[in-house]
């Protein structure tokens, strides 16, 4: 994310923040005093004092805290945010710019991205797909080489190849064409 949308989405955000009773006193106070002592070149003491003077109503002081940043630069938007985002996390994960963040993320997945993404195919598929992997570990233990067998474990893992990728059928193919007493 560019500098410079940090600025964009103060503007946007700026009517959300000030709305009486969306941040706190605590929460405003907690912020400006982040801004001041882990960034004192964003907020001098002189400003921080201004910012979090009770006697000034609390929209007020936001209101032009945020004008103050948006003044001074990208940078400081985005310890603004950095700040909000420690302090009031439910409160930045709500803000209109977010949510329009948000909705352009999905278009951004790529091709390899997708392919790490987890299914939506449910339980009853994760369920059949290791009933038949059970299944043929099953018939593979119990099969018994000495035994005279008519070759049905071959002609299941003959049949299961054809459903399977190239490594797969590789090794089920091989196990068909090794000998019954080899094992």
């Known amino acids: 994310m560019s500098d410079q949308m940090y600025r964009e989405r103060l503007l946007q955000d700026t009517p959300y923040l000030t709305k009486s009773g969306r941040l706190s006193e605590r929460v405003a106070d907690r912020i400006i005093l982040q801004l001041n002592r882990v960034y004192p070149q964003i907020l001098s003491n002189k400003e921080a004092e201004r910012f979090r003077n009770p006697q000034t109503p609390l929209r007020t002081r936001l209101s032009d805290l945020l004008k103050h940043l948006h003044r001074n630069g990208d940078r400081e938007c985005q310890e603004f945010y950095r700040a909000l985002r420690n302090n009031a996390d439910k409160i930045y994960a709500t803000l209109p710019s977010r949510e ?62 054809i459903g399977f990728g190239r490594h ?3 090794i089920l193919i091989s196990f068909l064409e090794e000998p019954l007493g080899s094992q």
Do not use: H, W
């Open 168 to 170: 797969i059928k590789n």
């Open 100 to 161: 329009n963040i948000q909705r352009v993320e999905p278009a951004e997945i790529s091709a390899e991205q997708e392919k790490i993404i987890l299914n939506d195919r449910g339980p009853l598929y994760f369920l059949a797909c290791f009933s038949a992997a059970a299944g043929l570990a099953f018939l593979l233990y119990y099969n018994n080489p000495e035994m005279k067998s008519n070759g049905s474990a071959r002609k299941v893992f003959g049949y299961t190849a």
